[in-house]
């Protein structure tokens, strides 16, 4: 066994004794956070850079799926030159060097927030290793099929939203060689996660299912699905495979649930999802459910936890940014204090481990919120939107990645007007523009360019009115 390995037991030996005594001293947040993992002192606040590949709808590689400055597009690059690319290394650097700021922010705010239980890059713990010389953790949300329509989603996820507004296909950069590419990783993987669109809907995911079953039997094969899709076929698959299923639930009563999931039926819902839990049990990897908490069910959200709780159950809540008008993050100092005030006059039975764990995340759901309320306090400086639009256009117009001609599509010159034209959307408010300049900022311009290049003006203008919401 490896020191590694040693130190990793005698930590988790005493962790329980001692950890209270040192939380209580100290009071910076990173700080506190290590203090609540039951892994080596040493190790980084966060391992997906070391042992994670998240593969997105657009054809982009990151190591979470919460990146967005580390992306590699996956055209005519293999997961060999993904993996020690010159942008993963560069998050390495920076997440050994405690910066979470650099690509990291939700992380960053729910650590800042004392949501320790919550944090994503907790999830990463799981696969503290002494050999990091491949990943043995993949995402992938490679297919936007999906029968749903559902209000936080968008476009780019969803191919029922993209029918309803008439666009057309996304491209497709994934196919049945990303598949034979694959092969010589499944084995060494522990853990993988499926998400779209509906993955059970996806043709190529089940392509991916049958290599991983075959290949690597005891490998998790996680799905988020939204519940709605169960047949015979799809039952005898996850008996010969170690699946963890995620079931989407966004409230417990019917009307709400139906209203933030167009197409989806409550009840068919409830059958379905007794279904899996069964199969959870029997396969000793439990359901989870993922929650997003809106402007449109928070009041619901207690009576979910306690729904969790009653099937013994886990549940964490998912951070939604947009659209702005259902975003928790968006919202007005009032209404998030009238939540707060709400939450916290909420009472849990702690009767299991599962019940534990989401009350924690619960507590810290709160503590989000109350970080969100104080900065949601503070009115919009117009200026420092100016700019933070300045310096985005100076680093287009800076960029040599992009070409200058204004002939083409892709320009320079075409690039800043589709920017200015989603910026001056006349319905949008000052503090919109700034929500929205704040979205564009948070990405390389080179992954912009890309975006924005293979789209018209009106298809850009019309996916970031989605951010924006009704």
């Known amino acids: 066994m490896s020191s590694v390995s040693h130190f990793f037991d005698w930590i988790k030996s005493s962790f329980a004794a001692n950890a209270s005594d040192a939380f209580t001293a100290v009071t910076n947040p990173l700080e506190q956070y290590k203090l609540t993992r039951q892994v080596p002192s040493h190790t980084p606040l966060c391992l997906a850079p070391y042992t994670s590949i998240s593969f997105s709808i ?18 005519d690059q293999t997961i060999d030159q993904i993996w020690t690319s ?8 920076e997440i050994k060097n405690n910066n979470l700021g650099y690509d ?3 992380c960053k705010h729910q650590i800042e927030a004392g949501d320790y239980e919550g944090v994503k890059a907790r999830s990463s713990d799981n696969y503290l290793s002494d050999n990091y010389s491949r990943p043995v953790f993949m995402e992938f949300c490679l297919d936007n099929t999906c029968n749903l329509a559902c209000v936080m989603c968008n476009s780019l996820l969803s191919s029922s939203i993209r029918k309803n507004e008439k666009l057309p296909p996304l491209k497709k950069f994934y196919d049945d060689s990303f598949v034979e590419q694959l092969i010589p990783y499944i084995p060494h993987l522990k853990e993988v996660v499926f998400s779209g669109g509906e993955p059970f809907l996806t043709p190529l995911y089940f392509k991916m299912w049958e290599k991983m079953i075959a290949l690597n039997p005891k490998l998790i094969i996680g799905v988020v699905t939204n519940g709605s899709t169960l047949n015979q076929r799809i039952k005898d698959l996850l008996q010969r495979g170690k699946f963890k299923i995620n079931i989407s639930i966004d409230s ?29 049990r029997e396969n000793d990897q439990r359901v989870n459910i993922p929650v997003c908490p809106l402007t449109n069910n928070w009041r619901g959200i207690p009576e979910l936890v306690r729904f969790a709780n009653t099937h013994d159950v886990s549940i964490n809540f998912v951070h939604v940014d947009r ?18 005030v709400y939450y916290q006059a909420q009472f849990f039975e702690d009767v299991s481990h599962s019940s534990k764990v989401n009350i924690r995340r619960f507590e810290g759901l709160i503590g989000d919120l109350k970080n969100w309320r104080e900065a949601n306090s503070i009115e919009n400086n117009l200026q420092q939107t100016y ?29 800043i007007d589709k920017v200015n034209a989603v910026i001056e959307l006349s319905e949008i408010t000052p ?19 890309d975006f924005m290049s293979s789209k018209s003006k009106s298809e850009v203008v019309g996916f970031f009115k989605e951010y924006i919401g009704k």
């Open 252 to 280: 417990v009563d019917k009307q709400t649930y139906e209203a933030v999931r167009c197409n989806a039926s409550f009840d068919h819902l409830m059958d379905n999802f007794k279904w899996f839990v069964q199969y959870g």
């Open 58 to 75: 657009d054809g982009y590689a990151t190591v979470c799926c919460l990146n967005r400055k580390t992306t590699v597009s996956v055209v």
């Open 431 to 449: 503090l919109q523009r700034a929500k929205l300049l704040s979205v564009f900022n948070s990405y390389s311009i080179e992954r912009l360019h």
């Open 86 to 93: 010159p942008e993963f290394e560069r998050l390495r650097h």
């Open 387 to 415: 700019d933070a639009l300045q310096k985005l256009v100076d680093n287009i117009k800076s960029s040599e990645l992009i070409p200058e001609s204004s002939t083409h599509t892709d320009s320079k010159s075409a690039m």
């Open 323 to 340: 659209p702005f008008t259902l975003a928790l993050s968006r919202a007005s100092y009032t209404l998030l204090d009238e939540i707060i």
């Open 104 to 106: 990291c922010a939700i």
